[in-house]
């Protein structure tokens, strides 16, 4: 046996004989015929008892290279049966790997989305901690300013009052210098 017959497969090997099987009986049917035609020429009584035997073993011969062609069908079905379960089995197989892949990359999305929003919803809570407290700063100015600017005008107001009230007293003190005093109404 060649080291090509060893490793072949199971089916090969059993291919090959199948083949090996019909060359062999394709030769003795060609070898039979030789004979036949050989007797038929001769004429004897004995060239008719060979050609009645070779007529059965070519009969024979046709039968078993039959059902040699019939068992490499078959095995031929067997293995394309097999091939079509392996096929769906893979088939099947990847479908389940596309479900499981799918759900985990839904998942993932699912968790970074999640991770988005949370982050986003920091980011707010540190913008607005820090307009409140930008807020709270400018609150505490504008009240300094509007005590200020209230003091001013306090003052500014005093100031012209106090003015007013120093105008009205000299006018009064000329009124009364010159002897004539105001009317009140």
């Known amino acids: 046996m060649s080291n090509d017959t060893q490793t072949l497969s199971p089916y090969d090997r059993r ?3 199948v083949l090996a099987t019909i060359n062999e009986n394709e030769k003795k049917l060609g070898d039979k015929a030789e004979k036949i ?23 024979d011969s046709a039968t078993s290279t039959v059902v ?10 067997q293995v394309e049966g097999r091939a079509l379960l392996e096929a769906a089995k893979n088939f099947n197989a990847l479908g389940v790997q596309a479900d499981k892949l799918w759900y985990q990359t ?29 807020c709270c700063e400018l609150k505490e100015k504008i009240t300094a300013e509007a005590v200020e600017t209230r003091a001013l005008i306090n003052t500014i107001e005093s100031n012209r009052i ?20 105001p009317v009140t109404p």
């Not at 040699?68 to 079905?77: P, S, V």
């Not at 839904?106 to 930008?134: G, K, R």
Request: proline content about 1%.
């Open 106 to 134: 839904n998942l993932q999305a699912q968790t970074n989305a999640s991770a988005a929003v949370l982050l986003a919803t920091q980011n707010q809570a540190a913008i607005l901690a820090a307009q409140a407290e930008c």
């Open 15 to 17: 291919v090959q004989l």
């Open 37 to 59: 035609l050989g007797a038929v020429y001769h004429g004897s009584e004995e060239a008719q008892e060979n050609f009645a035997s070779l007529q059965k073993q070519v009969s």
């Open 68 to 77: 040699g062609f019939k068992d490499a069908q078959a095995l031929a079905y």
């Open 162 to 181: 106090r003015d007013e009230l120093a105008a009205c007293k000299a006018q009064n003190a000329a009124y009364f210098a010159r002897g004539n005093p």
